[in-house]
């Protein structure tokens, strides 16, 4: 009876404790709907700053989806961005390049889009105003990098191996959002010239930025697919384990000093 009863207690509490909800969710832009994936605690009380996720190239994949509960694991309401539409997603770099450089090409419809999904974000019901920041990984790296020289009302923006080249020259002032960039150190697709061109950029304007850089690294060292990605299709990329790590910690402590 005893036993019975300790059991009855240990599934009352666990039931309690919190649990992680990913869904798959709609917004729209214009006449277009976008969809995205919101992960949050249902377990947690209150309202909680918001995480934008933006993906690679491929889009709205199960590695943005895992980032997405990541973050939720650590108290925020993270939604995936779709900056393709309609959830499109791609599996071979052909398909994924079409989708990405439609976005590069046209900024005013890559910051609608974002937009959309930030405005989202922060009318969920647990959410604060207000309290948003965005993660970009790859060509998300460089979204979320040009929305903050647009001026975006995000509080803080990360980049993992994004692309740090921009037509875009910010005026002192203009970046509103906390930067961090982590870069490796050895990716062939972001040069040592862009890299450089890119303090000199946020330096002129003043922005509020950490570039941390890893030795020996290459790009993608974010995702453990990165390997077979390389193997798939000949790319430059591989996952590493002690940047992941390292670029995460380093995200949390982050965000931790900067959203309310």
């Given at each position: 009876?005893?036993?019975?009863?300790?059991?009855?207690?240990?599934?009352?509490?666990?039931?309690?404790?919190?649990?992680?909800?990913?869904?798959?969710?709609?917004?729209?832009?214009?006449?277009?709907?976008?969809?995205?994936?919101?992960?949050f605690?249902?377990?947690?009380?209150?309202k909680?700053?918001?995480?934008?996720?933006?993906?690679?190239?491929?889009?709205?994949?199960?590695?943005?989806?895992?980032?997405?509960?990541?973050?939720?694991?650590?108290?925020?309401?993270?939604?995936?961005?779709?900056?393709?539409?309609?959830?499109?997603?791609?599996?071979?770099?052909?398909?994924?390049?079409?989708?990405?450089?439609s976005?590069?090409?046209?900024?005013?419809?890559?910051?609608?889009r974002?937009?959309?999904?930030?405005?989202?974000?922060?009318?969920?019901?647990?959410?604060?105003?207000?309290e948003?920041?965005?993660?970009?990984?790859?060509f998300?790296?460089?979204?979320?990098?040009?929305?903050?020289?647009?001026?975006m009302?995000?509080k803080?923006?990360a980049?993992?191996?994004?692309?740090l080249a921009?037509?875009?020259?910010?005026?002192?002032?203009?970046?509103?959002?906390?930067?961090?960039?982590f870069?490796?150190?050895?990716?062939?697709?972001?040069?040592?010239?862009?890299?450089?061109a890119?303090?000199?950029?946020?330096?002129?304007?003043?922005?509020d930025?950490m570039?941390?850089?890893?030795?020996?690294?290459?790009h993608?060292?974010?995702?453990?697919e990165?390997?077979?990605?390389?193997?798939?299709?000949?790319?430059?990329?591989?996952?590493?384990?002690?940047?992941?790590?390292?670029?995460?910690?380093?995200?949390?402590?982050?965000?931790?000093?900067?959203?309310?």
């Amino acid at each position: 009876m005893k036993f019975l009863l300790a059991f009855s207690l240990l599934l009352l509490s666990s039931s309690a404790m919190a649990a992680i909800v990913g869904k798959d969710v709609q917004y729209r832009m214009g006449d277009t709907v976008m969809r995205g994936y919101l992960a949050f605690d249902d377990a947690a009380k209150g309202k909680r700053a918001g995480v934008l996720v933006v993906p690679e190239w491929w889009g709205a994949n199960d590695y943005a989806r895992k980032r997405a509960r990541m973050l939720a694991g650590e108290g925020y309401v993270a939604l995936v961005v779709d900056m393709y539409g309609g959830g499109q997603t791609a599996d071979n770099p052909k398909d994924a390049g079409a989708l990405a450089g439609s976005v590069n090409r046209n900024p005013p419809l890559a910051y609608a889009r974002f937009d959309a999904a930030r405005t989202f974000l922060d009318g969920q019901p647990n959410v604060k105003k207000g309290e948003i920041a965005a993660l970009g990984y790859c060509f998300g790296g460089g979204v979320v990098l040009n929305m903050a020289r647009a001026g975006m009302p995000l509080k803080a923006v990360a980049s993992y191996h994004g692309v740090l080249a921009s037509d875009v020259s910010p005026k002192p002032g203009e970046i509103k959002a906390k930067i961090r960039v982590f870069h490796g150190e050895a990716d062939p697709i972001v040069p040592p010239e862009q890299v450089e061109a890119f303090k000199t950029e946020m330096a002129n304007a003043k922005a509020d930025y950490m570039f941390v850089a890893y030795p020996g690294v290459k790009h993608t060292f974010t995702n453990r697919e990165a390997d077979s990605y390389a193997a798939q299709f000949g790319m430059p990329l591989k996952y590493d384990a002690e940047a992941d790590r390292d670029s995460w910690t380093r995200t949390l402590e982050f965000l931790k000093a900067t959203l309310n």
